[in-house]
């Protein structure tokens, strides 16, 4: 497995962590070079970052600086991280018998990095010498964890709540669709938290929780599964099935869905432009329905390319709002 190290300075970092957070004016100023200048302290709870900046006639600025790049020192420990998952990629084709889409699942490993708050950083000192000031920055990673894992515990009530309206969860009930389509910006926002409390306590995030959330995933993708769209709209099938959802032929699908385009063409400066302009309508088999205004383009060298990124830009409007509105 290969680590992609993130290199990134400290004044490059200061901007995604906030220059505006920074410590208090009054912090305790030492005359002599402490020991954090060269070796910060070592602690469980908290990781450490030392900034500094050039001195100025502008102090309160300067610290402000050097306390922002020990910001980005600390979020060069922590942001780091080696994940490993699995891609989903559709491949489209067209048959006698009609549409043929294929996921094809691809293992690849990356380094994900999730935004530092600066919420939980304090400068715990400063000091200054002839040329520069510096700043010693400390995250609290307790209470970062104990914020974060009491939004999780929060969202997991919420989803159960939910999953407690549905006549039972042994089976899909179509007529809940909505309450299921529901649990997929839940589950998300979930796994953003999660991802966070683990950015801090750089370990697994663990839940009593854990076995309800999970039987509960399953039986969404369980409904996601039976509860397929039909489209002749390929460009639309394609960006559905990119999202996760399932597509599917004939009348058998529980979506069905209708578009109308009105393309137009436009040559300026040797570029071409395609316009399509036109409805989406999708119909539940419970009789609810959804309507949707579509405007997409595609600008290329070649009228073949604007037409093909015309549809894409369609495909990917059309599938957006379709979410949208089954996630209401």
Request: charged share 15%.
């Amino acid at each position: 497995m290969i680590i992609r190290q993130r290199k990134a300075l400290p004044w490059l970092l200061s901007g995604l962590i906030g220059m505006g957070l920074a410590g208090c004016a009054n912090a305790p100023q030492t005359k002599t070079a402490p020991q954090w200048l060269t070796q910060p302290p070592q602690n469980s709870q908290f990781v450490y970052g030392v900034g500094s900046a050039p001195v100025s006639e502008n102090f309160p600025r300067a610290y402000q600086v050097a306390e922002s790049n020990g910001n980005g020192q600390i979020a060069q420990q922590l942001q780091a991280e080696v994940v490993q998952s699995t891609e989903t990629q559709t491949r489209h084709s067209m048959t006698s018998e009609g549409q043929n889409f294929e996921r094809v699942n691809q293992l690849f490993t990356q380094v994900k990095t999730q935004p530092l708050a600066v919420t939980y950083i304090r400068n715990q000192e400063r000091y200054q010498d002839e040329r520069y000031v510096y700043a010693l920055q400390a995250l609290d990673r307790y209470a970062a964890m104990a914020d974060l894992e009491q939004q999780v515990q929060s969202l997991d009530q919420r989803l159960f709540a939910s999953a407690a309206t549905l006549p039972n969860q042994e089976q899909i009930h179509e007529s809940h669709w909505r309450t299921y389509f529901g649990w997929i910006a839940l589950f998300a926002e979930r796994q953003d938290l999660v991802e966070k409390y683990q950015l801090y306590a750089q370990a697994p995030f663990q839940s009593p929780s854990d076995d309800r959330i999970q039987n509960q995933q399953v039986l969404l993708a369980k409904a996601v599964a039976q509860l397929s769209f039909a489209t002749e709209d390929t460009a639309l099938a394609a960006a559905l099935t990119q999202m996760g959802l399932q597509v599917s032929l004939g009348n058998q699908a529980f979506f069905q869905i209708r578009s109308r385009q009105e393309p137009t063409q436009k040559q300026q400066d040797k570029r071409f432009y395609q316009f399509l302009d036109g409805e989406i309508s999708v119909m539940a088999r419970t009789g609810q329905q959804g309507h949707m205004t579509i405007a997409a383009r595609g600008i290329g060298s070649q009228q073949q390319q604007a037409q093909i990124k015309a549809q894409q830009n369609w495909g990917e409007k059309g599938a957006t709002e379709i979410f949208a509105w089954l996630t209401q």
